[in-house]
Every structure is written in structure tokens, then in C-alpha cells.
């Protein structure tokens, strides 16, 4: 699973990843060069070289950092306050929704996005740790009502399973994160309805 890399444990690694990030974001990931990602990070080209060796690698760290925060919002959301389908829906959002969002709003978000078999790896662990995450949610919820999910012919991971194919759907059908949210929310309003008695 992917964990939240602490990117403040070492200070020149995380300037080279915040300038990369901005970089990328303001020319894309083509037009951009180790050059332009040694100026943002304010340091030589080789001493870049030392930590990284080219802009894909540092893209697949940027990837890591923010894959990571995604899932740890998420749980965090997931743990806190609120009903299930709040909870699940404020971790949706944060996980996803407001991520992409903020990439595909940048000039070049759409060539970055499209950049994703590069790091299919780690957005295949991020898949799963999320996945985790919602499964144990459903699971508690589950102990909470006193719901038998097998009778149903479901399980938590099988809801969580669906629940983000659904969203990987619907990111394919629908740009705007606002239509987004509410299709989301009728998603999570569905689960929900799965997790009740009766």
C-alpha cells in the first residue's frame, strides 16, 4: 500500500518536488526539462542528477507524495464524524475528486493525467489502499446496523470494489467536478441503502 511520504524529512528533495510540481503544471510534462526543474527547485543540474535520475522518475516521486496524502486524507475522512455516506463522501472528494480537479484545472492537466501508465504501478497500490480503507468503513457500518452483508449476496470489499469503478466511470463520462460530487453522492446514497436492515 502506499503510505504519505514525509517529504519535510529532507528539505532538498522536497523543494526538487514542489518546483517539479509547478513546472510541470505550468508547461507540461514534454516541454519541460531537468534545466527548468533545477531552476524551480533553485540548485544545479547535477546536484538534481544525484537524487534523481531524469523528470520521469521525479514525476513517478510527485506521484508517490500526492497518492500518498490522497490516501491518508481519505482515511482520515473515513475515521471521522458523521454518517457513513458523509464520511465516504468527504473521503471521495478529498481522495479524488478535488485531486484531479486541481490537476486537470492547470493549463497542461490533461497531458499529465494522460501520463498515468507511467506510474500505473503506484495508482494501482493507491486503487487498493483506498479500496481498504472504504471496506473497513463498510465494514463498521456494517457492525453498527447489524446488517448481513453475505445474505445479500455482498461483502465490504465488493462495495468498495464498486464504489470506485463507478467513480473511475464516472471521471471518463463527467469533467465537472460539481456533477462529479453529485453523481458521487447518489453512488455513496446507494451503498448506503446496502448497508441498512430490511
Known sequence: MIEAEDIAADPKRARILEGAMKVFLAYGFTR???DDIARAADMSRPAL???FKNK???FRAIALMLLGRSIEQAKSELEGGGTFAERTMRAVDAALISMIGAVHASPHGAELL???SSVA???GCWRDGLVEHIASAVEGEVKRNGVDLAAKGLSARLLADMLLDGL???KMRISN???QRRAA???IRLIDLALRKG
Do not use: S
Open 32 to 34: 519541460t526539462t531537468m
Open 49 to 51: 542528477y544525484l537524487l
Open 56 to 58: 520521469t522518475d521525479i
Open 114 to 116: 494522460d501520463l498515468k
Open 121 to 123: 504501478d503506484l495508482v
Open 168 to 170: 473511475e466511470g464516472m
Open 177 to 179: 467536478p460539481d456533477e
Open 185 to 187: 453522492a447518489a453512488l
